[in-house]
């Protein structure tokens, strides 16, 4: 088992995961809006594998899709951060930025700073050169959010193949940001905030 990395920001604490999230992640992952870039929602017997599943990436490695609570309470609001890419996956193997938030707290700037957060652990701590990011063609607010955080729009489009082929959501498009990148932004907002 790896040493727990839990980083937190100014409003968020990125966790590993608890027994008691099971309920509110099977809620997170019926929710049909929040799922409508997926192929489908899941059931609670599918939500259960994927929490053990990033439970057991965090246990292996320390830093996975974290759960995400507010500070302020301590309220689960849904999972970000970065993990190894599924091996099925044409840009494995990589490290790849990975968020989904209940809706309740969608607009609040709570992905993006989640993102931070993970972006400082992945290029601070763990010394990785590059985070990827892919959703589906359709999924303009997770593109927005990408190109956001200063990541940059790869000119390929794959399809997905987790996806169902005949699925509209099949196409996705794939997002970068390099360590070098990455400096860059921050030494210009520090020296901005001078």
């Known amino acids: 088992m790896a040493r727990l990395i839990q980083p937190d ?6 966790r590993q995961w608890r027994e008691e999230d099971r309920g509110d992640f099977a809620n997170l992952n019926a929710d049909s809006q929040v799922m409508r870039f997926f192929p489908c929602t899941l059931n609670r017997i599918k ?24 500070k302020e309470n301590g309220k689960f609001i849904g999972y970000a951060g970065i993990k190894h890419a599924s091996a099925e996956l044409p840009f494995s193997p990589s490290v790849v930025l990975g968020c989904r938030l209940s809706r309740d707290f969608w607009g609040r700037g709570y992905a993006s700073e989640a993102a931070k957060a993970a972006f400082a652990i992945a290029f601070e701590r ?40 005949n699925s509209p ?26």
């Not at 920001?9 to 990125?14: D, T």
């Not at 939500?47 to 507010?70: F, M, P």
Request: aromatic letters at 10%; glycine letters at 6%; hydrophobic letters at 40%.
């Open 9 to 14: 920001s100014k409003r968020l604490v990125l």
């Open 47 to 70: 939500s259960n594998k994927l929490l053990n599943a990033l439970k057991e990436h965090i246990d292996e490695y320390g830093w996975g899709y974290w759960a995400v609570e507010l």
């Open 126 to 165: 763990l010394n990785i050169n590059e985070i990827l990011g892919c959703t589906a063609l359709q999924n303009l607010p997770s593109q927005r959010m990408m190109h956001g955080l200063g990541m940059s729009r790869d000119p390929s489009i794959f399809d997905h193949p987790l996806v169902p082929e």
């Open 169 to 194: 959501l099949r196409p996705h498009c794939l997002y970068r940001l390099s360590f070098d990148a990455w400096w860059d932004q921050r030494d210009r907002k520090l020296s901005q905030a001078v």
